[in-house]
């Protein structure tokens, strides 16, 4: 159980380009998600934490414009990189848990952005 | 922003090994939670720790939720080569508003 699905695994893309990265929890109702960033040998970074039907709330540092995320559904967030350039290439890491509280967050597999 | 003490940084030891790795921190969690990563993929929770004291098992991994609610230690028994790979620790409290405050990790390699 508690399966987090996350696509596309891979993306490469020009400079300029939009890219939307999705998040699906398969078999129960994710309340919240998390988007986090990670950079290469480093832990991850939380970029917002994403509420169903409200908007998300970001980190400082992290600009809501660039990234924005949407989740509709309790099942489904979204990440879109708008405009991307180099320096946004990363990892970026979804997370999903069924409440907001003291339940662990499950992981997707991540998607590797890199911008050409 | 925070984070937590993770310990050692990396680990070199020889399939069939115990390994020990920790976490401490100077605030105090309700929730203490260990991960590993492989490359290329997202963390997999391997434990969860939700009272003080606790120690819970998962096969060959042991983990504990310290009496001071500050630490929680991760030991894996008789490695196997698939046990390679980046452990974290992540903590939860209400005061972090229930987001994970993240250790560092500690790279496992086995030597062949």
């Known amino acids: 159980g508690a399966v987090v699905s996350q696509h596309p695994s891979w993306v490469i893309c020009k400079s300029g380009t939009s890219v939307k990265i999705e998040c699906r929890s398969l078999?129960?109702?994710?309340?919240?998600m998390f988007w986090y960033r990670q950079f290469p040998k480093q832990s991850l970074m939380l970029m917002a934490t994403?509420?169903?039907?409200?908007?998300?709330?970001?980190e400082q540092g992290v600009e809501k414009d660039k990234f924005l995320i949407n989740h509709a559904s309790l099942t489904l967030s979204t990440l879109t990189v708008t405009s991307a350039h180099p320096e946004d290439s990363s990892f970026y890491i979804c997370s999903a848990t069924e409440t907001a509280t003291n339940q662990p967050q499950h992981f997707g597999d991540g998607t590797r952005l890199s911008i050409l | 922003g925070q984070q937590l003490n993770q310990s050692p940084q990396s680990m070199f030891i020889q399939e069939g090994e115990d390994v020990s790795m920790n976490c401490t921190s100077s605030?105090?969690?309700?929730?203490w939670l260990w991960y590993k990563q492989d490359p290329g993929e997202g963390p997999v929770l391997l434990i969860a720790?939700?009272?003080a004291g606790e120690l819970t098992s998962n096969g060959r991994l042991t983990a504990q939720f310290g009496i001071t609610r500050k630490d929680s230690f991760l030991n894996i028994s008789a490695s196997i080569p698939s046990d390679v790979g980046i452990y974290f620790c992540a903590g939860q409290s209400r005061d972090s508003n229930y987001q994970l405050i993240w250790g560092a990790g500690t790279k496992l390699i086995i030597k062949p």
């Open positions: 078999d129960f109702q994710a309340t919240t």
């Open positions: 994403s509420n169903e039907g409200s908007k998300a709330t970001y």
């Open positions: 720790l939700y009272k």
């Open positions: 605030s105090i969690f309700n929730t």
